[in-house]
């Protein structure tokens, strides 16, 4: 991997950073939210979560203006539950740090995997565990 030669300072603070979480009274104020989106109690989880219907128009976004987030993190990990019976899409937009902009897309509804200078799609398994 490239973080080998990254230095600790040049991370926001330590070795990881929290960018959402649906605890808390209003957590989607920093998102643009289009379609069904509502913030539920998950017995599962013993926490709040993000309840998303399921449809092409139906999306979350961060941040909520066309910023960017600017994060310098190694790793980026999230945490999901997916129902089985619907397709999922997943949009990641990265630079380096030299501005280079590459696009990042996985779909439980791809077939194939495509990959250009600046763009990546790329299927997700169609029975990912639930």
């Known amino acids: 991997f490239f973080f080998f030669g990254w230095q600790?300072?040049?991370f926001q603070g330590g070795d990881f950073v929290e960018v959402f979480s649906?605890?808390?009274?209003?957590?989607?104020?920093?998102?643009?939210?289009?379609?069904?989106?509502?913030?539920?109690?998950?017995?599962?989880i013993k926490?709040?979560?993000?309840?998303?219907?399921?449809?092409?128009?139906?999306?979350l976004r961060l941040p909520k203006d066309d910023g960017k987030l600017g994060l310098t993190q190694g790793l980026l990990v999230l945490q999901l539950c997916l129902d089985a019976e619907h397709p999922f899409?997943?949009?990641?937009?990265?630079s380096s740090p030299r501005?280079?902009?590459?696009?990042?897309?996985?779909?439980?509804?791809?077939?194939?995997?495509?990959v250009s200078a600046?763009?990546?799609?790329?299927p997700l398994p169609a029975t990912l565990p639930r």
């Open 8 to 10: 600790r300072s040049m």
């Open 22 to 44: 649906a605890a808390g009274s209003h957590p989607t104020a920093k998102c643009k939210l289009s379609g069904g989106v509502r913030k539920v109690y998950s017995n599962r």
């Open 47 to 59: 926490s709040f979560a993000l309840a998303l219907e399921p449809g092409a128009s139906t999306a």
């Open 89 to 94: 899409s997943v949009e990641i937009c990265l």
């Open 99 to 114: 501005l280079s902009r590459q696009r990042l897309v996985l779909s439980t509804s791809l077939r194939e995997t495509k």
């Open 118 to 122: 600046h763009h990546i799609r790329s």
